[in-house]
Structure formats: C-alpha cells, structure tokens
C-alpha cells in the first residue's frame, strides 16, 4: 500500500525502552534490516499516534534502513536515506513492483491503470501516456491554468475568514477537466465535475483508508461499510457512465488529432505492435489522471500558501514575480509538506541486494519522503521554511528532494503539478492580498492518500482582487 503508506506506533518512549533492552542494531538472520522487536499492535499505534517522532527515533536507533510490521503489514522496510533511495529506484523495473504497491487504489482505479500495472505492460501504458505531459506541452495548458485561478480569485468573499483548500480543489479539478478531459465549461463539464467530486470526496476523508480497505472486498464489509461502499460504487459507474460516452464520441471525431487534451492523445496513442489502448485502459488512465492528478496538487498548493502567510520575508521576495524564486517557494513547500508521505516497491523473483541487506520477494520497500525531507544533515534548519535551498548548484538531488517519487515509476505529471503551482501562485500573489487567519500553521492531517492541512488553511482577502488583464479589459 505504498502510495498511502498507511502503515499506521506506540510512544516512542515504549521503544527506546525496548531497544535500549535490546540488542545493537545488526542484520536479521535472512539479511532483513534490524527494527523494532515491539509487538505489531504497539508498531501500529505508534504509527498512528507519533508518525515522524517515531520514525525518526527508528532511524537513530537502527540505521537508514528498518524493518518494521504493523497490523496492515506484517513486515516491511523503510528506507531513510538518499543512496538507498537511489539503488531502490535504479533497480530492475521488473523485479520491484510498484504496482503491487498501489493494490489499495484498484477498485478506484481499475485494474487497467498505469499505477497498478508492473512489468512490461507498466511500462507500455507509460510510454503512451508521456507524451502529452512533455515539459514543452505544458505552455498550452498554461492559459487554463490562470484562467482557472482567476475564476476561484473573484469568487473569495472580502474581509471574513474563508479555506483556501476547497478553492484549490475547485480549481485543480477545473484545471483536470479541461487541460486532461479536454471538457469546455458548460452543463456538461459541470455534470462530470460533479459526478466526480460525489466519487472522491469520501476518499479524501480521515475516513478514507478504512473506506478503500472495504472497497477492497466490495460487498464484503457490514453495515455502515456495505452501505458507504454500494454508494461508492454507484458514484464511480455515474462518472463511468459519462466518460465510456465520451469515448464512444471521440472515436468517431474525425478531428480528433487536432485536439490538445490528453483524453485525446490517449484515444490516438499507439504502442510499438500498432495497438491502441482499449476503451476499458482509457477509462481506467483517465480516471487514474483525476485522482492522482487533483487532490495532490490542490493539497500542495494550499500547504504553499499556508508557509508563504506565515513567511514574511519569503512572500515579499515572492511577490517579486521571479519565476526562478516562485519554482523555489514551490519546492520547498513540498519539501517541508510532502502530499504523499512514501513510495513502495514489493520485492519479486529473487531477493534484492540493498545497501548490504537482502530483501526476501513479497517485502515492500518503503523510501520515507516525508523523514528524507526532514534530515537535518540534509536540509539545515528543517522545519524553517527556505525557497532559497533550491536556489543556485547546491540545490538538493532527485534522490533528496522526491515528493514525486523517482525512478521508472516517477509521477508522470510532476512538471505538469510544478508549473500548474507555479502559474497559480503568481497569479494569486498578483491579484489578490490575502493574509492568514490564524497564527500558528496548520497540523497534518493524514486523508487516505494524502497528507492535508487540518482546517484547509482558513486565510482573509483583506481588499478587493485586482482586476484580470483579459483582452476584453485592456
Ligand atoms: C503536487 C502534486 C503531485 C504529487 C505530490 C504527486 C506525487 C506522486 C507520487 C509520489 C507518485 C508515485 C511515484 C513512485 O511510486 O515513485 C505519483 C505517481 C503518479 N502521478 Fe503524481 N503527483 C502529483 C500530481 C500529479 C498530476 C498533476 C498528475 C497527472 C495529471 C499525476 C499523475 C501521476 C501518475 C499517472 C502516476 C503513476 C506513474 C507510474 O506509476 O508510472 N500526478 N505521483
């Protein structure tokens, strides 16, 4: 369950305790790495109640690489360190399987999605799916993406606290429907859309790794469960409904090639035997695009207002409209909140040799990005928020700075989710003078997948937005 990384641990003072008891940390008899001899029941607790605190007295306890276990997992290892990270991610694509990883997500997802797929046909659908995220189409997607922030801009009320979290996920969804879907704005797009938010809100909820853990087994839970997972399933086949129509459309659109949406470039795609993708793959990618696409980057972006408020000298400097310093403001707040708190990969075939350890197939490996990004050693001074570390030749590597992942199964919209950020800052710094409401920042709050700010980062438009600088008002 990598993505969620949902391995929910007991006071960190349980542990000490216990290691101190212990023995020095040495590899176990099958090459795993050394962890806590706690009971898994006592792990899961400390996961859930002390997060990071835990973790990190792991890792200064056991090293870079632990083995832990949890009630969801009986065992598995997570890495804290940049080279492990890198032989982890260099490693043989068909011998770590991420998909496996991401099984969680499959009744949500389908299992046609290039999140779940390994192997060769992980690797087919990726191909076929890069081309329209190329770092040079994103300039097209450019205008949606300010137009779309200007739309949530104007409709902010004046002077009363309001969250900034539900604008951004109006926003990014917009952004999804047309520079994804290709859906002009209209009753139709407003269907999907809402068809779509009636599909994932639930998921978004604290609640929403217990929910996918019954979508699991459909049908299977009792109660409550069976009821929240019949309305899931009615919501998915309502948006299915919409999009095998519009596939259907697409097909017979003989101006199909001039469009500029990814929904079409997938219809178009075709892989080295000449095949297409299936009606069934297009539904499960586009689907896959929305959840992993949207909630991520509305999350990322109310973090980086949430530490831009707060940041005085950084949000001056920012206002500055240096596009170089806005790329910086949006790194290192996904440095500082990383949406997704690890990766995994399951071991497969053989055993894998990692940094002196062997992994036996069946464990997951787990890079922490959240506890990589919070090494002192790394990143000094890690709970102060500071663009200026992306800044000039000592900006941190892909293998320290990995809030998308890496390797061969990187996020595919990573440059997409930057300069979507990006442009969306800008142009909000532009317009609008907001101010947050309250002092302190906001406490992380673990949502499923995602890692959320817990009130949505309530902020004060303190005078009227700029006005926008259309055609029509020039
Ligand atoms: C701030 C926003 C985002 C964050 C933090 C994020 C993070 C991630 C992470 C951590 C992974 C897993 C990588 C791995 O296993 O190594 C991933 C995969 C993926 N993401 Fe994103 N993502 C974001 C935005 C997007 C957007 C905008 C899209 C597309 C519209 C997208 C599409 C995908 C896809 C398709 C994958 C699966 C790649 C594969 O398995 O080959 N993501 N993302």
Request: proline share 8%; with cysteine.
């Amino acid at each position: 369950m990598a993505l969620c990384n949902y391995h929910p641990v007991v006071s960190v003072d349980t542990l000490e305790h216990s290691t101190e008891s212990g023995t020095v940390p040495r590899a176990e008899g099958n090459g795993l790495p050394p962890g806590p001899r706690i009971p898994r029941l006592l792990q899961t607790l400390g996961f859930i109640f002390a997060g990071p605190r835990f973790l990190e007295a792991c890792r200064r306890r056991y090293g870079n690489a632990v083995t832990l276990g949890t009630l969801f997992d009986e065992r598995f290892v997570m890495l804290f360190d940049p080279a492990l990270v890198k032989e982890l991610f260099q490693g043989p694509h068909d011998q770590l399987h991420a998909g496996e990883a991401n099984a969680l997500l499959g009744p949500i997802l389908g299992n046609r999605s290039v999140l779940l797929l390994d192997g060769a046909e992980h690797l087919r659908h990726r191909r076929m799916m890069l081309p329209p995220f190329h770092g040079r189409r994103m300039q097209a997607y450019a205008d949606t993406m300010r137009e779309s922030a200007d739309l949530e801009i104007d409709s902010w009320p004046l002077g009363e606290p309001f969250s900034l979290m539900p604008s951004m996920q109006s926003l990014t969804l917009r952004v999804i429907m047309c520079a994804v879907f290709g859906f002009e704005p209209g009753a139709a797009e407003e269907e999907l859309r809402r068809r779509i938010r009636d599909m994932i809100d639930p998921l978004a909820r604290p609640r929403g790794v217990p929910l996918m853990l019954v979508l699991g087994r459909l049908g299977a839970g009792r109660g409550a469960d069976r009821g929240a997972a019949r309305r899931f399933d009615a919501a998915r086949r309502a948006v299915d409904e919409i999009l095998y129509a519009e596939i259907a459309r697409r097909r017979d659109d003989p101006q199909l090639s001039e469009r500029e949406d990814v929904f079409s470039s997938l219809l178009l795609a075709v892989d080295e035997t000449g095949d297409r993708l299936s009606d069934r793959e297009i539904r499960d990618e586009l689907v896959t695009l929305l959840l992993a696409g949207h909630e991520t980057t509305a999350t990322g972006l109310a973090w980086t207002f949430d530490l831009l408020l707060h940041a005085p000298a950084v949000l001056g400097r920012a206002r500055e409209r240096d596009d170089e310093y806005l790329d910086a403001v949006v790194k290192e707040a996904l440095r500082l909140r990383p949406v997704i708190p690890g990766v995994g990969r399951v071991v497969r075939q053989e055993p894998f040799r990692l940094g002196g350890y062997v992994i036996p197939p069946g464990v997951e490996i787990n890079p922490s990005i959240r506890m990589i990004h919070r090494r002192a050693d790394l990143y000094p001074s890690p709970k102060e928020y500071r663009p200026e570390r992306f800044l000039g030749p000592d900006a941190p590597d892909t293998y320290t700075w990995l809030p998308f992942g890496g390797g061969t199964r990187r996020c595919l919209g990573a440059s997409f989710a930057l300069t979507e950020m990006r442009i969306v800052v800008a142009r909000i710094l532009e317009r609008a003078a907001l101010r947050a409401h309250d002092p302190e920042l906001e406490k992380v709050q673990f949502r499923g997948i995602t890692l959320a700010p817990r009130n949505g980062v309530r902020v004060i438009l303190e005078h009227p937005p700029s006005p926008t600088m259309s055609v029509g008002n020039i």
